[in-house]
């Protein structure tokens, strides 16, 4: 039994069963575009004691495509004489109306995880700490959507990890622990903060940070 919906005016858009007049439904499929990571580490020898909130990472979306977030991880490793007590912390906060992209930061080119996949619509810079990006057109959420710290305990140790670093497997954001996955729809983006406490230490730390962000495309969701 053909019937013709309001809007359309030639040719037969639905049918419904003859029997039961159940109308056949066809859910609009998610178009997958393809898979992408950045992994990058930024060497600083600049030391860094006093309290400072820095801005490292800029992510954003440029195109009318969805970009799904699915990990980002950090790792931060220093070098110092001693250190008695200071405090990391890093923030993801989500950006929306980003027109244009953070200055005074070094541009990254996405890696395709499959050759086939076509480029990203990810537009990415990052800066190398305790250097910080100076901010584009965007306008940031009031709270962050994810947070991971970590504070010196004792002598010459910050950080989880046994080299005195917040691993590279640190997660400040996996996806398959979520129940809704981070959605950038058209300049849509996020940042990523770093927050220093002060340092007590003998020597001022000089610190390599290192950035880990997966995500799928998808040109129709």
Known sequence: MAIQLIGHTTGTIADVETTAKCLRT???????????????????????????????L??????????????????????????????????????QNAYTQ??????????????????????IVVAAFPATLTAGTRTLSSQSFSNVSAGSVRVDNIGVGPNKEV????????????????????????????????FAASSAPSVTLSINVNWDEYTGY
């Open 26 to 56: 066809v859910v609009t499929p998610i178009v997958f575009k393809g898979s992408y990571a950045i992994s990058y580490s930024t060497n600083s020898t600049s030391p860094i004691l006093a309290t400072t909130t820095t801005t490292n």
């Open 102 to 123: 953070d200055t005074a930061g070094t541009q990254i080119i996405p890696s395709r995880l499959r050759t086939a996949f076509p480029e990203s619509s990810a537009d």
């Open 167 to 198: 691993g590279s497997i640190s997660s400040l954001w996996d996806a398959s622990t979520s129940y809704y996955p981070i959605v950038l729809e058209s300049y849509d983006g996020f940042i990523l903060q770093v927050i220093t406490g002060t």
């Open 58 to 95: 800029a992510f954003r979306n440029t195109t009318s495509n969805i970009i799904q977030l699915n990990k980002v991880g950090v790792s931060l490793g220093y070098t110092a004489t001693t250190i008695t007590a200071g405090q990391i912390t890093f923030s993801l906060i989500k950006s």
